[in-house]
């Protein structure tokens, strides 16, 4: 049976929903509910594909990739949200992960639903914007949106490390990436609504490939975000909190140190612990890639 004789899982209707529209709210939101609990399930099968992903992620972007998500839709909110997320949290350039969405950004609040049957654009938008050295993950619910499937076969071609996740099995995304995470959840409660247990599951999974390549790069310490930018208030509050964390600093010396850092935690901490000057602290770093724990290690190794 090929994929066009193969009803799409995420297509299929749901029997523990019939008869939604009888249901009382909290019926709905119990088996809404439920229906969810059966997402977290789906993505532990997949975490050996999940894992592929990320380590070939990595091996890119130490190397000077960048880092692309690609969908239309709900899909493609999803890639925007998370690349967007990064710079904030892990402290790193606008331009190191990218979120592309069929339609162009105004597709991000205002529904353009026929920019998903567009193959050229996909080809086009990556033509533009990736060289060979870029990761490319095309996140399609269907695992055949023309628009995603083109994105994925002209990034193949530039030589682009390729990554598809989709929600079904064995579809045209699958046969086009290189590495492929298939996340099957079920039918939805609405039928065909992928914004629910679909949506759910690509929020689950790329929260784990952005995170847990930023922690690879050396953009955490511990459990601590040390790459954090001191943006604002309660960045600079966290930041702080970092530095007495990790240096067993007061509050007045982390504050100092800080300042003296330009709101860099990661010099501050080892202009604190290694007595450096701030332009001693940013070489130290330079010299490791900017991986935080690397250049803690080299230094505590020169003691």
Do not use: W
Not at 53 to 80: F, M, P
Not at 100 to 112: D, F, L, Q, T, Y
Not at 213 to 240: P, W
């Amino acid at each position: 049976m090929n994929e066009g004789q193969r009803k799409m899982v995420t297509e299929m209707k749901n029997e523990n929903s019939e008869g939604l529209h009888l249901f009382s709210t909290m019926e709905i939101i119990e088996l809404m509910n439920r229906e969810d609990k059966t997402v977290a399930a789906a993505v532990e099968k997949a975490l050996p594909q999940i894992k592929a992903a990320i380590d070939a992620a990595v091996s890119r972007l130490e190397n000077g990739g960048r880092l692309y998500y690609i969908g239309a839709g709900t899909s493609g909110r999803l890639g925007v949200l998370d690349a967007s997320e990064c710079p904030p949290t892990f402290g790193v350039p606008a331009e190191l992960v990218n979120g592309i969405i069929a339609g162009g950004e105004m597709a991000v609040r205002i529904p353009v639903e026929n920019a998903e049957d567009n193959c050229e654009e996909g080809r086009m938008i990556v033509k533009e914007l990736l060289v060979k050295e870029d990761v490319l993950v095309g996140i399609a619910s269907s695992g055949r949106t023309p628009y995603v499937l083109g994105a994925i076969e002209q990034a193949n071609e530039l030589g682009c490390q390729t990554i598809g996740f989709s929600c079904n099995l064995q579809t045209k995304l699958s046969k086009a990436a290189d590495i492929m995470i298939e996340v099957p959840v079920g039918p939805e409660i609405i039928t065909g609504s992928t914004r629910l247990k679909a949506g759910t599951a690509q929020k689950m999974v790329l929260n784990m490939i952005s995170t847990a390549v930023m922690i690879k790069l050396g953009k955490v310490y511990g459990n601590l975000m040390v790459n954090v930018q001191a943006t604002n208030e309660k960045l600079r509050k966290r930041s702080i909190s970092i530095i007495q964390d990790i240096t067993g600093a007061d509050e007045s010396l982390a504050r100092q140190m800080n300042e003296k850092a330009k709101g860099n935690t990661r010099a501050a901490i080892l202009m604190i612990l290694y007595k450096l000057s701030y332009e001693q602290a940013c070489k130290e770093l330079t010299k490791h890639g900017n991986h935080f724990p690397k250049a803690m290690i080299a230094l505590e190794n020169q003691q």
